[in-house]
């Protein structure tokens, strides 16, 4: 029955977008939850019979438009009466926590090589990489009725449900099956007036993909931001054929249609006919005015890579020793150390230690070249300013290109900014 019903919506190819009911007035859409008209204290629960469920299925598989929308959707929705779960999958990219730092937790050069998105999203905690194989869950609340063990169990539920799938929700509020493999990451915004809790199911990610994309390589950046804990992960399509990313959502979404908004009880066929049910939901400037922005802010480099918690970076490397000066003995290995400093993602101060043996080869590192990193973002930018700088300078001499001892601080300070 639940799957017929399942089919129908999706035969029917209707495209409806339901229940989106705005904070009573357009002044109330604009000021969102930082409305200061509405008094949290004057707000009237109501009781778990009168709200109802809906399941938001996101027709987009953009990760920038989906983390717009639920965005937008927090800013703007009441989700007082009405509770909403959206389900959504995403082209490959990497997202990350609020106050992470993507070099840290990508292979930045991997991604722009294989055209992986990276995003930041509005909510905390650890780095998730996406691809068709996992489907994102988000759990819109009233933020006094934010729960994310409800949330948890009720996953936990469906995949007994539908597939028979044993699992444990750990301490850290994984999901967990077999011998603690991972298939669920959590993270949650918790507003004034609203709350969401989102997570992701590994379902058949590729786990090759995923580990490239979040290799860990030599950086040498100290940082503050939130780390990443890796742990140990399982696909649930390894566990069990039959789950798929559609069959999944559709067990999921019948979970949450059957369960009452506030207790993890069995409402049965009974309380799904009873809600709104599925609903497919269009991420369009239309039907969602002003999401086109939201989209354009979370896709600008200044929020992604822009927003990183300062960080400091110190790499030591050798020198070759054919670039030393010749005729000279150095018992002491030669190192060139670079030290970089990177407020919201512009290089701010950069500190070079030039071993004597390159400086008595003819190496200066003129401190006017260094200075033209300055305020150049932590990318191959601040390279080509750098070489451009060390070629500008060989104008006023006869030389036209980079000598060797140039070139191997270029490639020094290319291998920081690559993080490689
Ligand atoms: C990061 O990606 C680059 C480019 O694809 C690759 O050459 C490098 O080996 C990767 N690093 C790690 C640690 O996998
Ligand atoms: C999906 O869930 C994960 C885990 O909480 C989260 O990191 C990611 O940002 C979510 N995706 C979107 C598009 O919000
Ligand atoms: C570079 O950074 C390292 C590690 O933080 C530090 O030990 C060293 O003193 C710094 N060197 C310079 C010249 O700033």
């Keep these: ?190 507003g004034r007036l609203t709350a969401y809790h989102h997570c992701t199911l590994l379902v058949n990610a590729n786990k090759a993909d995923l580990s490239k994309a979040l290799a860990k390589r030599e950086h040498g950046i100290q940082t503050k931001a939130t780390e990443s804990t890796r742990s140990a992960v399982a696909n649930l399509a390894d566990i069990d054929h039959k789950v798929t990313v559609d069959s999944l959502q559709t067990a999921v979404g019948y979970e949450y249609l059957r369960t009452p908004a506030l207790h993890l009880e069995d409402g049965g066929q009974g309380l799904i006919m009873k809600q709104r049910g599925f609903q497919f939901v269009n991420p369009t400037d239309n039907w969602f005015p002003g999401l086109a922005e939201l989209k354009q802010e979370l896709q600008s480099w200044d929020w992604c890579f822009g927003r990183t918690p300062v960080f400091t970076v110190s790499r030591t490397f050798p020198v070759p020793a054919e670039i030393l000066a010749p005729s000279k003995v150095y018992t002491a290995t030669q190192e060139l150390v670079i030290n970089m400093t990177v407020e919201k993602g512009l290089i701010d101060d950069v500190t070079l230690s030039i071993p004597p043996g390159l400086i008595e080869s003819g190496f200066h590192g003129e401190a006017s070249v260094i200075t033209h990193l300055k305020g150049k973002r932590f990318t191959s930018e601040a390279l080509n300013a750098l070489q451009d700088a060390m070629l500008t300078r060989h104008l006023n001499s006869d030389v036209k290109k980079l000598d060797e001892k140039d070139q191997f601080v270029a490639k020094c300070f290319d291998q920081v900014v690559n993080t490689i």
């Design 1 to 190: 029955m639940a799957q017929t019903m399942m089919r129908k919506i999706v035969m029917s190819g209707a495209c409806v977008v339901l229940g989106i009911t705005r904070r009573s007035s357009s002044r109330c859409l604009v000021t969102s939850s930082n409305n200061v008209t509405m008094k949290k204290k004057d707000r009237v629960l109501p009781e778990e019979e009168e709200i109802t469920k809906s399941v938001f299925m996101s027709q987009s598989t953009d990760i920038y438009t989906n983390l717009a929308l639920e965005d937008w959707m927090y800013r703007n929705m009441d989700f007082t009466n009405h509770h909403v779960m959206m389900v959504w999958r995403n082209e490959p990219s990497v997202v990350i926590g609020r106050h992470q730092n993507p070099w840290l937790e990508a292979n930045i050069s991997h991604l722009t090589e294989k055209d992986i998105s990276l995003a930041r999203r509005n909510s905390g905690g650890g780095t998730v990489y996406h691809d068709r194989g996992n489907l994102n869950i988000t759990f819109f609340t009233p933020r006094e009725r934010y729960d994310r063990k409800y949330n948890l169990e009720l996953i936990k539920r469906a995949l007994f449900r539908g597939f028979g799938i044993k699992s444990v929700i750990n301490k850290r509020d994984d999901i967990v099956v077999r011998d603690n493999y991972k298939i669920s990451g959590t993270a949650a915004k918790l």
